[in-house]
Every structure is written in C-alpha cells, then in structure tokens.
C-alpha cells in the first residue's frame, strides 16, 4: 500500500463540486495534457516551484501527504458535512494517476460515514477505474471530445479507453453526471454539438452539463515559466452555448450550462 499521495491544494468550504458544504483533496499528477488546462501546477506528479506573485518569490507547488495527514484535515468539517449532506470530493490533476491510494482513501472515509465524490478523465486501465469507483457515491466524469483523433490531438491521450470506463460508469453508478469543458476552435459549434449529442444517445446518456471556457488559469503558465496555447483567446458566456443546449435537448439529453 502506497503511504503518500502528492496533493496540490486541500479547499475547505466547497459548494460547487458535489452536494453540500464540501472538502476537495486536489491530487497532483495528470497523463492528459490538455492545452486549455486552468490547473498547469496540476500536471506534473512531484512536488515543483512555482512564481508566488504575492510573496514574490519562488515556492513548491504539491507535497506529499500521509493517509492519517489528510484524515486527520477533512475530518475537522465533519459537522458543517452532516448539516449540509456535504463531504469529501477528490480532483486533481487526475485522482485516478494516483489510484492506489485515492480509492484506499475513499474507502477509509466511507467507514467513517463520510459522502464521498470524484472528478475525473477515466483514463485509468480498467481494473483500476472499477476499484475507485466502487467507493465513490457521486462521479463527475468530463468527455473532451466524441472524436479520437481530436482528442488525442487536444489532450494526448486515447479516447477508447475513456469510453470503455464512461460505459461502464453508466451501468454501474447511480449518481452520475457527464460534463463536457466547451473550448474554442476544439470542440465547439453546431456539428461538435450534434455529434456530441449523438455520441451520448449512443451511450444512453441523458443528462450533461457543459462548462464554457474560462481564463481563470492564464497567469500560472507564467508563474511556470510556462508558454500557454489559449493566450488571448476570449472565454466562452453561457449565453454563448444555447446552441449546444438546444441540440442536446431535441436529442433528450436534459443540458445545464455553468
């Protein structure tokens, strides 16, 4: 059993990223790269130096945390979980790059009565994506792309896989939800609109949520020494994508747009 996860960010008093007041335990480490990425520092699975522009200096991005460490912080929030139906969400970078560790984790925090929930690619072998998810009550599950050579072009990885584990997601789990991140010029318009939504019917997907393109990341790239491919490039409104849910909605896909 692995006894150290490198953790990037633990962000206490969440609403956004399951029900009720929530934890989020960010875990460093992604095999996608994604050029839109708003979490650069998240890619890399070691600890790494990054511009602190307040302090103005130099400092380490992610440290490597004990199974008791990370307990031991959420567990403090444990009345603000039980009077909101809150608890613990797990991110990243990619949770599933550390897998080992993370489903041990979600399932020490079971036992302890806590409501778990994931964030995730599902780029992880097959074996391993069914372990986690056995432990995880709700699962967010983004799909950059219905088509594999652009999502091997926008985030270097494979598409099937990523299927084959969303397929078996949508049988097993019962709290479920699809999001698609819309980026310009890689998977936006009217035809990436239709052959996402038929790419779901497919699937037997009925519901996604679709989260328009921000810049809230631009200025860690520099931070990183790092160059950034979206420079300049304006972010997407909600009112921007009625089409897409339009498209989705005559496809009986119900459609949320953050």
């Not at 403090?76 to 809150?86: A, N, P, T």
């Not at 979600?106 to 998810?133: M, N």
Request: glycine fraction near 6%.
């Amino acid at each position: 059993m692995i006894d150290k996860a490198c953790i990037f960010n633990i962000q206490k008093f969440s609403i956004h990223d399951g029900p009720g007041i929530r934890t989020v335990v960010f875990f460093k480490g992604c095999p996608l790269r994604c050029f839109w990425c708003s979490n650069p520092e998240s890619q890399d699975g070691k600890p790494e130096k990054m511009w602190d522009n307040q302090k103005k200096e130099f400092t380490t991005v992610g440290e490597y945390k004990s199974m008791e460490a990370i307990i031991d912080e959420v567990m403090k929030d444990e009345v603000f979980y039980e009077e909101s139906g809150g608890g613990v969400t797990l991110s990243g970078g990619e949770v599933l790059y550390q897998a080992e560790f993370a489903t041990e984790l979600l399932r020490q925090l079971r036992e302890k009565g806590i409501h778990t929930a994931s964030e995730t690619t599902g780029f992880a072998k097959e074996a391993v994506f069914k372990k986690y998810i056995d432990q995880v009550d709700m699962l967010y599950f983004d799909v950059k792309h219905h088509d594999e050579a652009k999502h091997r072009e926008g985030t270097g990885v494979p598409l099937a896989p990523i299927v084959n584990n969303l397929s078996y997601a949508l049988k097993e789990h019962d709290n479920l939800i699809v999001r698609i991140p819309v980026i310009p010029a890689f998977n936006d318009g009217i035809e990436n609109a239709k052959a996402f939504a038929a790419f779901f019917n497919k699937l037997g997907i009925t519901k996604a949520e679709l989260l328009p393109f921000h810049q809230f990341g631009e200025k860690k790239y520099a931070f990183l020494v790092r160059d950034y491919t979206m420079q300049d490039i304006p972010q997407l409104h909600t009112e921007e994508l009625d089409y897409f849910k339009t498209i989705f909605e005559e496809h009986n896909i119900s459609c949320h747009v953050h």
